[in-house]
């Protein structure tokens, strides 16, 4: 299994994977940034997503989507592709006089032709609760519980609350039913979020019975919470004075607390924060619902207790069920929550403000940490923000003004993304574009890595841009590929690991929480049909220029936000936070100090207490006999076009054909390697001899549904070569493959790589990208740099993609003026040695017809395929120097990483270990790195390719006391007792991971990884079984192997510098140390 799925219980799908899949769905790259503003329970993170590594064995692979939820502002409801083509369900709605008996008004009714469902909105009339209960054939079901919660100041309540009620409730009195939920259920999701103005509790699953336990869990967990009787519980995931012993300091503990100090560590978040906060002085939005570090302090466990009490309540709650389950079984399982409720008055009082509009524009000046390392002069950012309204926009408009956004900057051919970065007058885009998931939209633009003498140039490029574009207008090439990338999206509805259902219950509740109609927002068709209709008639011109000019040009609510690095900034808040601790100490009485110590010794105990089996075998759980004893299968046809293998997977995709062609690494010479990346983003965004980029781009834009390309590299277990490839990814309607295949090949071989002006952004922006990563998921950076130590896989994609990369990075932006010839010779180097017939390889997903009909297109194109021999190859030797590392990074939160090859002991892979890794994640790293290290996160990886097993944590506030943790855990596992109850959630949970839900596009490309790396159905058979088969014993076998990570393995560690200089005080020399920002 690959690492993706391990990590699963940390990364419910991987948003992180910005290098490989962004391009895949380039229009949603500039909407990267906003998206943590919404918190999680669990992070989004795994570092699975470097160049997409450890992919394959039993289960599912690829993750190639963000939440496409966001992937185009206004369009973004996604239609449901049924499975099963012929039939739109005569899905039934509960019947009515049972609805009513239950309790339940019917409101509306309507058959969405656009997700191919009847939707039902209920009222539950003693509570008034509202729900939205959609049947249809789609098996992964969803429910969400969704709550307005308005936030007062930025203490943090509700996202505090949004973890702590997770932590035990009536039915449910454990310490963490949701990790319980986690270790032991088939969900396909599972998580929660905490937005600006509302917390919303989502689960889904394929399997009915599982489904109806995450609800029941969920139900019970956010209307009887534990957290409100237990203060500990507040202590533990907001925040507490921690104090070991009276003689030590006393310092801040708690899960919240750090996960947004990581949070105040990212410039990126730091101007998107500001951004808000400035455009709504006098709403909700003024503050932040996630906390503010150096404010959550002030939080009290009162306030904590009212906030629950008053809003986590049926009144303000709004429910959808999503699904082919049975409706009446739905609003039973409601009503016997509901029902235990009276109204009350939170509807009014948890109603948004909307902001009024400014009568004159304003400028904010934040400051934000930075090392003195680099040059801090060009390390400026400004970001331009508009409010569009004081009151929701109409569909229509709003239909209007998200398709005016990817317009303008959804492709990097987009005309204010491309004049910006052309500009040369900073690295990379800040600001979202336009953000329609609050109660008043907004649109926000600009750049980073700007010099100070260039932030007013800035503003005024971006104003002159956008008034040339109102002047001006847009060109037909342009607008028609907008419309097919959008239309194309739509049908597709490819919403990646997400569940259609939740994409669609976002976009509801985004106008339902505001108490507008919740089915609008689930139809499109209509809408823009008749904007399609008004372009063609009136011009782009007329319908786009007006916009541009009362939203952005003629419109007072502007904040401008100015961010200037600062070196003194860490080191400076840092020094307050011990000053008002030292404070607090020295106000406290010897007897105050001895009881914090005692209070502090009794949560740490009881964090570490496990829950005893009894009060585990509440939650409840699926059988081993639920359970299919077979993998999951997917059809694939291996055949032959003109000499060169073909995979095909014959699966219904709504008429849309998925295809990749593989090309061999393996022969590069070794320098070449980290432009790799580089020569991809090439090869999609230069020109040909005949078209501008700008062309091309559109070009691609109108015929296909979008082109990628990227490196994938792997270990291969028992092999001593890795697997290093080139992936083309492409997509069409499959009446136009013959332009998908042609236009591939025109990226391939047509393109010339001769542009510097543009492989100098190229260059910058990878580089505003690796120092944005190291500060943002250091965990990542920190797992190549072990890999890379480790074995020759690992050196190839930390090359490409590690701190090794961003050294490459920041060396070759100087070379790039210096000798462009030899860079651009470089480039073509690699084109000739890659592309080429010799190890070619193609997989296609689609049904039956469709493939048939592309075959006569992929013969011409292999056709057009040159046939050269290998070169050169790397040497199976290269590696970097096995010592431990420290990687310096103005940050207040640390990613402690240490790893080993467990195969060089002689272990053998035996499908347990899934079971073990996922079950220690669930238990012994999330007790003592995340419950009571107050780490964001901490984590084991086994990567079954290379043998590799690593642990890692993320935002920790410790170092070495999480190297310790670690060290522990094959103790952990000697010692252990399990009983069979525990067994078979920690083996059902395991494959829950193994079958997790894929999308059609998915399972073929699994289906590619796993013939990439030599994965047979054989082998998946049999690890299925290993995995049903495990027992206590393999837990205790596999300690002996573990033993040696703790004895032999190498540590890194991207971390604050006064974390690893007191580190190094504590153990001379233990860390080698390097600077990296
Ligand atoms: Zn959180």
Same mark, same amino acid.
Request: aromatic share 8%; net charge negative; with cysteine.
């Given at each position: 299994?690959?690492?993706?799925?391990?990590?699963?219980?940390?990364?419910?799908?991987?948003?992180?994977?910005?290098?490989?899949?962004?391009?895949?769905?380039?229009?949603?790259?500039?909407?990267?940034?906003?998206?943590?503003?919404?918190?999680?329970?669990?992070?989004?993170?795994?570092?699975?997503?470097?160049?997409?590594?450890?992919?394959?064995?039993?289960?599912?692979?690829?993750?190639?989507?963000?939440?496409?939820?966001?992937?185009?502002?206004?369009?973004?409801?996604?239609?449901?592709?049924?499975?099963?083509?012929?039939?739109?369900?005569?899905?039934?709605?509960?019947?009515?006089?049972?609805?009513?008996?239950?309790?339940?008004?019917?409101?509306?009714?309507?058959?969405?032709?656009?997700?191919?469902?009847?939707?039902?909105?209920?009222?539950?009339?003693?509570?008034?609760?509202?729900?939205?209960?959609?049947?249809?054939?789609?098996?992964?079901?969803?429910?969400?519980?969704?709550?307005?919660?308005?936030?007062?100041?930025?203490?943090?309540?509700?996202?505090?609350?949004?973890?702590?009620?997770?932590?035990?409730?009536?039915?449910?009195?454990?310490?963490?039913?949701?990790?319980?939920?986690?270790?032991?259920?088939?969900?396909?999701?599972?998580?929660?979020?905490?937005?600006?103005?509302?917390?919303?509790?989502?689960?889904?699953?394929?399997?009915?019975?599982?489904?109806?336990?995450?609800?029941?869990?969920?139900?019970?967990?956010?209307?009887?919470?534990?957290?409100?009787?237990?203060?500990?519980?507040?202590?533990?995931?907001?925040?507490?004075?921690?104090?070991?012993?009276?003689?030590?300091?006393?310092?801040?503990?708690?899960?919240?607390?750090?996960?947004?100090?990581?949070?105040?560590?990212?410039?990126?978040?730091?101007?998107?924060?500001?951004?808000?906060?400035?455009?709504?002085?006098?709403?909700?939005?003024?503050?932040?619902?996630?906390?503010?570090?150096?404010?959550?302090?002030?939080?009290?466990?009162?306030?904590?207790?009212?906030?629950?009490?008053?809003?986590?309540?049926?009144?303000?709650?709004?429910?959808?069920?999503?699904?082919?389950?049975?409706?009446?079984?739905?609003?039973?399982?409601?009503?016997?929550?509901?029902?235990?409720?009276?109204?009350?008055?939170?509807?009014?009082?948890?109603?948004?403000?909307?902001?009024?509009?400014?009568?004159?524009?304003?400028?904010?000046?934040?400051?934000?940490?930075?090392?003195?390392?680099?040059?801090?002069?060009?390390?400026?950012?400004?970001?331009?923000?508009?409010?569009?309204?004081?009151?929701?926009?109409?569909?229509?408009?709003?239909?209007?003004?998200?398709?005016?956004?990817?317009?303008?900057?959804?492709?990097?051919?987009?005309?204010?993304?491309?004049?910006?970065?052309?500009?040369?007058?900073?690295?990379?885009?800040?600001?979202?574009?336009?953000?329609?998931?609050?109660?008043?939209?907004?649109?926000?633009?600009?750049?980073?890595?700007?010099?100070?003498?260039?932030?007013?140039?800035?503003?005024?490029?971006?104003?002159?841009?956008?008034?040339?574009?109102?002047?001006?207008?847009?060109?037909?090439?342009?607008?028609?590929?907008?419309?097919?990338?959008?239309?194309?999206?739509?049908?597709?509805?490819?919403?990646?690991?997400?569940?259609?259902?939740?994409?669609?219950?976002?976009?509801?509740?985004?106008?339902?929480?505001?108490?507008?109609?919740?089915?609008?927002?689930?139809?499109?068709?209509?809408?823009?049909?008749?904007?399609?209709?008004?372009?063609?008639?009136?011009?782009?011109?007329?319908?786009?220029?007006?916009?541009?000019?009362?939203?952005?040009?003629?419109?007072?609510?502007?904040?401008?936000?100015?961010?200037?690095?600062?070196?003194?900034?860490?080191?400076?808040?840092?020094?307050?936070?011990?000053?008002?601790?030292?404070?607090?100490?020295?106000?406290?009485?010897?007897?105050?100090?001895?009881?914090?110590?005692?209070?502090?010794?009794?949560?740490?105990?009881?964090?570490?207490?496990?829950?005893?089996?009894?009060?585990?075998?509440?939650?409840?759980?699926?059988?081993?006999?639920?359970?299919?004893?077979?993998?999951?299968?997917?059809?694939?046809?291996?055949?032959?076009?003109?000499?060169?293998?073909?995979?095909?997977?014959?699966?219904?995709?709504?008429?849309?054909?998925?295809?990749?062609?593989?090309?061999?690494?393996?022969?590069?010479?070794?320098?070449?390697?980290?432009?790799?990346?580089?020569?991809?983003?090439?090869?999609?965004?230069?020109?040909?001899?005949?078209?501008?980029?700008?062309?091309?781009?559109?070009?691609?834009?109108?015929?296909?549904?979008?082109?990628?390309?990227?490196?994938?590299?792997?270990?291969?277990?028992?092999?001593?070569?890795?697997?290093?490839?080139?992936?083309?990814?492409?997509?069409?309607?499959?009446?136009?493959?013959?332009?998908?295949?042609?236009?591939?090949?025109?990226?391939?071989?047509?393109?010339?790589?001769?542009?510097?002006?543009?492989?100098?952004?190229?260059?910058?922006?990878?580089?505003?990208?690796?120092?944005?990563?190291?500060?943002?998921?250091?965990?990542?950076?920190?797992?190549?740099?072990?890999?890379?130590?480790?074995?020759?896989?690992?050196?190839?994609?930390?090359?490409?993609?590690?701190?090794?990369?961003?050294?490459?990075?920041?060396?070759?932006?100087?070379?790039?003026?210096?000798?462009?010839?030899?860079?651009?010779?470089?480039?073509?180097?690699?084109?000739?040695?890659?592309?080429?017939?010799?190890?070619?390889?193609?997989?296609?997903?689609?049904?039956?017809?469709?493939?048939?009909?592309?075959?006569?297109?992929?013969?011409?194109?292999?056709?057009?395929?040159?046939?050269?021999?290998?070169?050169?190859?790397?040497?199976?030797?290269?590696?970097?120097?096995?010592?431990?590392?420290?990687?310096?990074?103005?940050?207040?939160?640390?990613?402690?990483?240490?790893?080993?090859?467990?195969?060089?002991?002689?272990?053998?892979?035996?499908?347990?270990?899934?079971?073990?890794?996922?079950?220690?994640?669930?238990?012994?790293?999330?007790?003592?790195?995340?419950?009571?290290?107050?780490?964001?996160?901490?984590?084991?990886?086994?990567?079954?390719?290379?043998?590799?097993?690593?642990?890692?944590?993320?935002?920790?506030?410790?170092?070495?006391?999480?190297?310790?943790?670690?060290?522990?855990?094959?103790? %952990?596992?000697?010692?252990? *007792? /399990?009983?069979? !109850?525990?067994?078979?959630?920690?083996?059902?949970?395991?494959? &829950? #991971? @193994? =079958?997790?839900?894929?999308?059609?596009?998915?399972?073929?490309?699994?289906?590619?990884?796993?013939?990439?790396?030599?994965?047979?159905?054989?082998?998946?058979?049999?690890?299925?079984?290993?995995?049903?088969?495990?027992?206590?014993?393999?837990?205790?076998? %596999?300690?002996?192997?573990? *033993? /040696?990570?703790? !004895?032999?393995?190498?540590?890194?560690?991207?971390?604050?510098? &006064? #974390? @690893? =200089?007191?580190?190094?005080?504590?153990?001379?020399?233990?860390?080698?140390?390097?600077?990296?920002?």
């Amino acid at each position: 299994m690959e690492r993706a799925t391990l990590l699963r219980t940390i990364s419910c799908s991987s948003s992180s994977s910005v290098l490989v899949s962004a391009r895949f769905f380039s229009r949603s790259t500039h909407r990267l940034y906003r998206l943590p503003k919404r918190h999680r329970l669990i992070p989004n993170i795994g570092h699975s997503s470097l160049f997409r590594r450890h992919i394959g064995l039993v289960s599912a692979a690829s993750r190639p989507s963000l939440h496409l939820k966001k992937h185009f502002s206004n369009f973004s409801v996604q239609a449901v592709a049924t499975s099963n083509p012929q039939s739109a369900p005569e899905a039934l709605g509960a019947d009515d006089s049972v609805a009513e008996k239950l309790g339940f008004e019917k409101v509306s009714e309507e058959f969405i032709e656009e997700c191919k469902s009847r939707a039902v909105l209920y009222k539950h009339k003693k509570t008034g609760a509202e729900i939205m209960s959609v049947s249809n054939e789609d098996e992964n079901k969803v429910f969400g519980i969704v709550f307005r919660t308005p936030p007062k100041d930025s203490t943090g309540i509700p996202h505090i609350l949004e973890h702590s009620v997770l932590c035990g409730s009536r039915k449910y009195p454990l310490k963490e039913p949701f990790v319980e939920l986690l270790k032991g259920s088939l969900h396909t999701f599972l998580n929660a979020f905490t937005y600006p103005d509302r917390t919303c509790y989502p689960v889904a699953s394929t399997n009915t019975k599982d489904f109806y336990n995450l609800v029941d869990v969920y139900l019970d967990a956010v209307f009887f919470p534990k957290c409100v009787n237990d203060i500990k519980t507040f202590q533990q995931e907001g925040w507490h004075y921690e104090l070991n012993d009276p003689s030590e300091d006393i310092t801040y503990k708690g899960v919240v607390f750090n996960e947004m100090k990581g949070v105040y560590s990212q410039p990126e978040s730091i101007l998107g924060r500001a951004s808000q906060q400035a455009l709504f002085p006098d709403n909700a939005y003024g503050v932040d619902s996630g906390g503010d570090p150096q404010v959550i302090p002030k939080l009290t466990f009162e306030e904590f207790k009212e906030f629950h009490c008053k809003y986590y309540h049926p009144s303000n709650a709004r429910i959808w069920f999503y699904g082919d389950d049975d409706p009446t079984e739905r609003l039973q399982i409601l009503s016997e929550y509901l029902d235990m409720f009276e109204a009350n008055s939170a509807p009014e009082e948890s109603k948004i403000d909307s902001q009024k509009l400014f009568s004159e524009p304003i400028r904010v000046i934040e400051k934000y940490p930075a090392s003195e390392a680099v040059d801090a002069k060009k390390k400026h950012m400004v970001c331009l923000n508009w409010l569009l309204s004081e009151t929701p926009l109409d569909l229509e408009t709003e239909l209007a003004v998200g398709f005016l956004d990817h317009l303008m900057m959804g492709t990097p051919a987009s005309p204010l993304r491309k004049i910006l970065l052309e500009s040369g007058l900073g690295e990379a885009i800040v600001g979202g574009g336009v953000q329609d998931e609050l109660l008043q939209p907004q649109f926000s633009i600009g750049l980073k890595g700007v010099s100070e003498d260039d932030i007013q140039k800035v503003e005024e490029l971006i104003m002159s841009t956008l008034k040339k574009l109102a002047d001006e207008g847009f060109d037909s090439d342009a607008v028609e590929a907008s419309m097919n990338t959008i239309e194309f999206s739509l049908r597709e509805n490819n919403t990646g690991s997400f569940p259609r259902g939740l994409a669609l219950m976002l976009r509801s509740v985004g106008k339902w929480i505001y108490d507008m109609d919740p089915f609008e927002p689930l139809k499109y068709q209509e809408p823009l049909k008749a904007l399609k209709a008004r372009i063609a008639k009136e011009g782009p011109k007329a319908v786009f220029a007006p916009l541009i000019e009362k939203f952005i040009l003629n419109n007072l609510h502007l904040a401008t936000i100015e961010m200037q690095p600062d070196p003194e900034k860490a080191s400076y808040d840092e020094a307050i936070e011990k000053e008002n601790l030292e404070k607090v100490k020295a106000s406290m009485t010897p007897e105050d100090l001895a009881e914090l110590a005692r209070a502090t010794h009794e949560l740490k105990l009881k964090q570490e207490t496990p829950d005893p089996p009894e009060a585990l075998k509440c939650v409840p759980s699926l059988s081993l006999q639920d359970i299919p004893k077979k993998p999951k299968h997917i059809p694939t046809e291996v055949g032959y076009i003109n000499g060169i293998k073909v995979l095909q997977h014959d699966l219904f995709t709504n008429d849309v054909l998925y295809a990749e062609v593989v090309f061999n690494m393996s022969s590069l010479k070794q320098e070449l390697l980290p432009l790799v990346p580089l020569f991809c983003q090439s090869l999609l965004e230069m020109g040909t001899k005949d078209m501008e980029f700008v062309q091309l781009n559109q070009l691609i834009g109108r015929k296909t549904g979008g082109i990628s390309v990227y490196p994938f590299t792997s270990s291969v277990r028992d092999k001593k070569d890795p697997c290093s490839h080139i992936i083309v990814r492409g997509k069409a309607m499959s009446e136009r493959s013959e332009d998908l295949f042609n236009l591939v090949n025109c990226v391939l071989q047509d393109v010339q790589l001769t542009d510097q002006k543009r492989f100098k952004q190229f260059v910058s922006q990878s580089k505003a990208r690796m120092e944005n990563r190291l500060r943002g998921s250091g965990h990542g950076i920190a797992a190549a740099r072990m890999d890379a130590k480790l074995n020759v896989a690992g050196w190839i994609s930390e090359q490409m993609g590690g701190l090794s990369y961003l050294e490459f990075l920041q060396a070759l932006e100087k070379k790039v003026d210096e000798d462009w010839p030899e860079i651009s010779a470089s480039l073509e180097e690699i084109r000739k040695t890659l592309i080429s017939k010799n190890g070619c390889l193609i997989n296609l997903t689609a049904d039956g017809k469709n493939l048939k009909n592309s075959e006569k297109h992929i013969s011409n194109f292999l056709d057009m395929l040159p046939n050269t021999s290998p070169v050169g190859s790397i040497p199976l030797s290269s590696r970097l120097s096995p010592t431990n590392e420290a990687i310096v990074i103005p940050t207040q939160v640390n990613y402690v990483g240490k790893a080993a090859n467990i195969c060089d002991t002689g272990y053998k892979l035996k499908g347990s270990a899934y079971v073990i890794s996922k079950y220690l994640n669930n238990t012994w790293l999330w007790d003592r790195v995340r419950v009571s290290g107050g780490a964001y996160g901490g984590f084991c990886d086994f990567d079954t390719h290379s043998g590799v097993f690593s642990y890692l944590s993320y935002r920790d506030p410790n170092l070495l006391e999480t190297l310790d943790v670690y060290d522990g855990t094959s103790n %952990f596992l000697k010692e252990l *007792e /399990m009983d069979d !109850d525990a067994l078979t959630k920690a083996i059902i949970g395991t494959i &829950g #991971d @193994v =079958d997790a839900y894929q999308l059609p596009d998915a399972k073929g490309y699994s289906s590619l990884m796993r013939h990439l790396l030599g994965v047979t159905e054989e082998e998946r058979q049999m690890r299925r079984e290993e995995i049903l088969l495990t027992r206590l014993n393999d837990f205790k076998d %596999f300690a002996d192997f573990i *033993e /040696m990570v703790k !004895d032999k393995g190498v540590v890194v560690a991207v971390a604050s510098p &006064g #974390d @690893v =200089d007191a580190a190094n005080k504590l153990r001379p020399n233990f860390f080698e140390v390097k600077k990296a920002l």
